[in-house]
């Protein structure tokens, strides 16, 4: 069965430190993969996605996050943070068996920044 | 460009009231259509699923149901809500691999 893991359920960062939240995957062929960030009282953004190629894609707001099929992962990272940054973080899976286009998604990692 | 709109974006509710969350999306057309809801700690769940008019799949037995009266209006109901129903609810369209999601509804039941 599909499924998503995000270790960290909250992760603090001065602002300027480095970025790197984790997502591990379940799921039996290529996957499509995903990244969203949330903030307080929004609704879900898209960061970036993988579908196949280069294993390192970019994304909006200077994320990036590399595809390592040798260890079922999908980490977000950014090599500075901002303070504008603080959110929720989820990870998501493509169903690419399913018609309906279905998402499954971590339980998120939120992020506090400390100026 | 595409355009999602949820209303209202806050309701408060006593218990037993009815619901109705709307969801529009504009610059597209025969999207799918989603709602999630997220519960304090509880991730996102996915609730309702529709890929045409008329064509509802539910994930949950709950006391919601789902409607798409038109292609590109999506809306969630409930004759009776419970306390349970308090939440954040999201819509979210999709025409590929990826969903567009809306700004939410704050929905608290008293």
């Known amino acids: 069965a599909q499924s998503v893991t995000q270790p960290d359920i909250h992760i603090t960062v001065s602002e300027g430190a480095s970025l790197e939240l984790r997502c591990n995957y379940s799921y039996g062929a290529t996957p499509y993969l995903f990244w969203y960030v949330q903030s307080p009282g929004q609704g879900l953004q898209l960061l970036l996605k993988?579908?196949?190629?280069?294993?390192l894609v970019q994304g909006i707001k200077g994320f990036e996050a590399e595809f390592k099929r040798s260890q079922s992962s999908f980490n977000l990272r950014k090599p500075s943070v901002h303070w504008s940054d603080a959110a929720e973080y989820f990870c998501?899976?493509?169903?690419?068996?399913?018609?309906?286009?279905?998402?499954?998604f971590g339980r998120g990692t939120q992020l506090t920044v400390w100026p | 460009s595409q355009t999602i709109h949820q209303w209202p974006a806050t309701l408060v509710q006593p218990v037993g009231s009815p619901l109705s969350l709307e969801c529009t999306v504009e610059?597209?057309?025969?999207?799918?259509l989603y709602w999630y809801r997220q519960a304090a700690g509880r991730g996102l769940q996915l609730l309702f699923y529709?890929?045409?008019?008329?064509?509802i799949s539910s994930e949950v037995p709950q006391n919601l149901s789902a409607s798409r009266p038109q292609d590109r209006q999506f809306i969630l109901s409930s004759k009776k809500l419970l306390l349970s129903d308090s939440g954040f609810y999201l819509c979210?369209?999709?025409?590929?691999?990826?969903?567009?999601f809306g700004p939410g509804t704050r929905l608290t039941v008293t």
């Open positions: 979210a369209w999709s025409r590929g691999f990826e969903q567009y």
């Open positions: 610059g597209t057309s025969n999207p799918n």
């Open positions: 529709s890929v045409g008019i008329g064509q």
């Open positions: 998501a899976v493509y169903d690419r068996g399913s018609t309906l286009g279905r998402l499954y």
């Open positions: 993988y579908f196949s190629g280069d294993t």
